[in-house]
């Protein structure tokens, strides 16, 4: 047992030691690195590539071994002379949260696309989002109508969810693939705010608000609410959902779009049935179908995190990583 202490000592003292020298250049790079915070680069990733090895790979392991040998010369003698598809299929990944922030390097993603592709090239956009603000997703809608207008065909594909402002910007594609138990839909708009002006009377605190302008504010969190202010932001709401519907019937035509814009959510069988998607198929699936026929690169734009953060984030990771050895020593 002193053996084991003497060793879980030595690796707190380790642990103190690390830490502090990681806090002390973690300083130094936080000072270097303030000027470059919030800067990007762009990365390009060759798809096709990636998917070729893997199914060379499962093709060679399903032969037995002499078999093997002969097929990997082969195909080695074959890739070498293979020459890349002309046509190009760029891949974009949208995750898009509430505030939809994303947006900001989709625009840098789609700058780079609309910068190089051809009439020949398309594009797919693996979408993910529940929604979020309207102005967020509208300008994310935007965006991807800047690829249809430089004669890009794109294509949409939901594995998970693209409802209300994701599915703002879905309609926008071409065309839209759905994974069978994906949500699609929500077409509707919501708003909801808290109101402690019950509470504050209670406290006996007023609340004195000044606008100019009628409808400046209609509903406030602090002061108290009245017919007329809830009268006007549902009709408010109910321009934004005009609108929003106007948006989906102008890409989707054959749409019922009173039908679907009741703000429900369907699986992706029950969307192919209503027209809110095309074809029920995995965005993977569908992009070995590609293969052949495209070369695919994935474009993606990341923020890069300034060095301070990733030196907390390592220094978190080797505490863990001794408290996890000293736990295992006590045992």
């Known amino acids: 047992m002193e053996f084991l202490a003497d060793i879980g000592g030595f690796i707190i003292k380790a642990a103190v030691i690390v830490l502090a020298l990681v806090i002390v250049l973690g300083v130094v790079a936080q000072t270097a ?5 919030g800067k990007g680069e762009l990365d390009v990733t060759d798809l096709s590539k990636e998917l070729n090895e ?13 078999a093997q040998k002969k097929a990997q010369k ?19 990944d949208f995750k898009g949260s509430v505030d939809a922030k994303e947006v900001d390097s989709l625009k840098r993603e789609v700058n780079a696309i609309v910068s190089m592709a ?3 090239d398309e594009v797919l ?9 309207v102005h967020g997703y509208g300008l994310g809608a935007a965006q991807l109508q800047r690829l249809i207008d430089h004669g890009l065909k794109v294509t949409i594909a939901v594995d998970k969810v693209a409802a209300s402002g994701g599915y703002m910007m879905a309609c926008v594609g071409n065309k839209i693939l759905s994974a069978p138990f994906a949500f699609i839909g929500s077409i509707g708009v919501v708003a909801q705010l808290p109101n402690v002006n019950k509470w504050l009377k209670n406290h006996d605190i007023d609340i004195e608000q000044i606008t100019a302008g009628e409808y400046k504010r209609t509903l406030t969190v602090l002061g108290e609410n009245t017919d007329e202010g809830r009268r006007k932001f549902k009709q408010d709401l109910e321009a934004i959902h005009r609108q929003f519907k106007e948006h989906v019937a102008q890409h989707r035509t054959d749409l019922d779009i009173e039908k679907v814009a009741t703000g429900e959510v369907w699986t992706g069988t ?18 070995l179908k590609q293969l052949d026929a495209h070369r695919i690169l994935k474009v993606e734009y990341s923020i890069k995190k300034p060095l301070s953060e990733r030196f907390a ?3 978190a990771t080797l505490v863990n990583t001794l408290k996890s050895s000293l736990t295992r020593s006590d045992v």
């Open 74 to 92: 082969a195909l080695k003698k074959a890739r070498k002379g293979e020459r890349s598809p002309e046509s190009k299929l760029f891949v974009i």
């Open 270 to 287: 029950e969307a192919l049935e209503l027209g809110l998607v095309d074809e029920i198929v995995t965005s993977d699936a569908w992009l």
């Open 54 to 66: 893997m199914r060379d790979h499962l093709r060679i392991e399903l032969l037995d071994g002499k």
């Open 125 to 133: 956009v693996r979408l993910e989002s529940g929604g979020g603000v």
């Open 313 to 315: 984030k390592g220094t």
């Open 118 to 120: 051809t009439d020949q």
């Open 33 to 37: 690195q303030k000027q470059k915070r």
